[in-house]
């Protein structure tokens, strides 16, 4: 009888390495204790602001307007400029705006009413742009004007003339523009001069926000593939193959759900444990352990396979004011003692080196800034829709040099007092706004020979879409991967059918597709 061949087993993929360097040169989030002070005036941050960025509107206002034939001239303070003479000023961006919040008013009004829900947009068409410095301040008027993208805190440098009734008429806006380009080991130019054979090697960083584990309707199935998938667990070799490339995973922000309001005026939580005694001395009827340790149990099964960096978000316990802190490590649990578990600040700057082993087209380094997306958030009220998309302001921000320049205005944030940390001092390789309500992507170039480019990058809600999405170390290329269950949206809720004049939508598939699974360069999202 002759012997019956065995069943010959493929060997197992190896997961793609990276290493997390010293991000040189670059900002730090982290606020010691030392600067643990709220004595200082908010104001020192706009000064600090326009001290650092004037020098670069003025290289730039020169090169712009240095050779315009009205022949204008650098007016050092905006309150003496002179009427009827073309000239340039150069300051910060303030916009006055009736719908926006007022401290004074909330200090004035009754407070035995119920507060009025904030609004959605601050944008109204009485809105005022203003331009200040140490001297003072002065309106900006004119066609130009209405249809620039300005919010609060941008430094700007305005072409115009005083006009009879003291405001300062536009004719052209110059910005800071991009900053230098972050070193790295290769550009992207040679990182894409690769054979498409080698693709299998390519490493991949993954990033999800959204999660918002404790929801009334939470997306535990989608969770679990997500985790299965991270891990290899999930399908055939095919996609273990394609999930071994993925070297870490970043979590930008809002992983726990923030407690919902009942018509009581009381948390759900609070509502179905207020019969409840304290326990292990924690107030049972005011505090849920349950969802901390249901994220903790994710983030150990992932971080057991693969790095994993975990930010803060705004439904997140980690403070209201910018830059949140990072999370303690301690509410973690056992996944807290793996050295593959890192909390991060938010905002936060990573620099990660391929260092893959035997792989011919290492990318060198790359600089990445991430944030959990409160400032495109707020940014987004000061400007009218559709024509602001959220993509264009965070690629705005880049040409502004500064990520969140509506802090301290309508965004809490810490007040410094001999720097501002949000300025973008050089332009990293990818930029991340999370937990926003679609994917978007686009690569940003520099027009102005600085050779800076970068990728931008709107990752959505994983509660609500289900995606992960994959980055390209070596090419910066994107793709995204959506987990779904048949019947059930991202958050978990029913899916209405359409009305009979409606087309109907499509049903959601079963397992995680692709749903780019090529370059998202050719399809970019404007």
């Not at 054979?195 to 959204?210: C, F, K, L, R, Y």
């Not at 264009?392 to 040099?401: A, G």
Request: hydrophobic share 35%; glycine share 6%.
């Amino acid at each position: 009888m002759s012997p019956i061949d065995s069943i010959p087993n493929s060997p197992a993929p190896t997961r793609s390495a990276s290493a997390v360097l010293e991000p040189e040169g670059l900002p730090s989030f982290q606020i010691n204790t030392k600067d643990k002070s709220y004595k200082h005036q908010y104001s020192n941050i706009y000064f600090v602001r326009l001290r650092l960025l004037r020098q670069f509107v003025e290289e730039r206002a020169l090169k712009r307007w240095g050779k315009h034939q009205s022949n204008p001239i650098l007016v050092p303070r905006v309150l003496e400029v002179v009427k009827s003479r073309m000239c340039y000023i150069i300051g910060t961006v303030y916009m006055d705006m009736p719908l926006k919040p007022n401290v004074m008013e909330d200090i004035a009004r009754d407070h035995s009413i119920p507060p009025p829900p904030p609004n959605r947009k601050f944008y109204s068409t009485e809105d005022n742009v203003m331009l200040e410095d140490e001297s003072g301040r002065i309106r900006l008027v004119g066609d130009f004007v209405k249809t620039a993208r300005l919010v609060t805190g941008v430094i700007v440098g305005a072409l115009g003339a005083e006009t009879p009734n003291g405001d300062f008429e536009v004719v052209d806006l110059c910005y800071p523009g991009m900053a230098p380009p972050a070193t790295s080991g290769k550009t992207h130019e040679d990182s894409m001069d690769v054979d498409e054979d080698n693709t299998s090697s390519d490493n991949w960083i993954a990033v999800v926000s959204g999660l918002n584990i404790g929801a009334p309707s939470p997306p535990d199935a989608q969770i679990q593939m997500l985790v299965e998938y991270l891990t290899g667990e999930e399908g055939g070799i095919a996609e273990q193959v394609s999930a071994a490339q993925i070297s870490r995973l970043i979590v930008a922000g809002n992983s726990l759900a923030q407690l919902l309001p009942t018509r009581k005026g009381e948390s759900i939580e609070t509502e179905q444990l207020s019969k409840k005694s304290k326990r292990y001395g924690y107030d049972a009827a005011t505090f849920s352990p349950h969802p901390v340790l249901t994220l903790s149990e994710y983030l150990y099964d992932i971080a057991s396979a693969l790095p994993v960096h975990i930010l803060p978000g705004e439904s997140d316990p980690s403070g209201t004011i910018l830059p949140q802190q990072s999370l303690p490590r301690a509410m973690f649990g056992v996944v807290a003692k793996l050295p593959t578990f890192s909390c991060e600040t938010n905002p936060t700057y990573l620099r990660v080196s391929d260092q893959a082993e035997g792989s011919n087209c290492s990318s060198g380094d790359r600089t990445l800034l991430i944030n959990s997306g409160q400032p495109l958030d707020d940014m987004f009220k000061y400007l009218p829709s559709p024509h602001n998309t959220r993509l264009s302001i965070l690629e705005s921000t880049l040409k502004w040099r500064h990520m969140a320049p509506t802090a301290p205005d309508t965004l809490w944030c810490h007040p410094y007092f001999g720097g501002d940390p949000f300025i973008i001092k050089t332009t990293p390789n990818i930029y991340i706004a999370a937990n926003q309500n679609r994917f978007a992507t686009k690569m940003v170039v520099d027009q102005d020979g600085s050779n800076a480019q970068c990728r931008i990058i709107l990752v959505p809600e994983f509660a609500k879409t289900g995606i992960l999405v994959l980055i390209n170390l070596r090419s910066l290329d994107v793709k995204t991967i959506t987990f779904a269950v048949h019947g059930m949206t991202g958050a978990g809720e029913e899916v209405k059918q359409s009305e009979p004049d409606e087309p109907s939508s499509p049903s959601l598939p079963l397992e995680p597709v692709s749903t780019a699974p090529i370059s998202s360069l050719s399809s970019e999202y404007m």
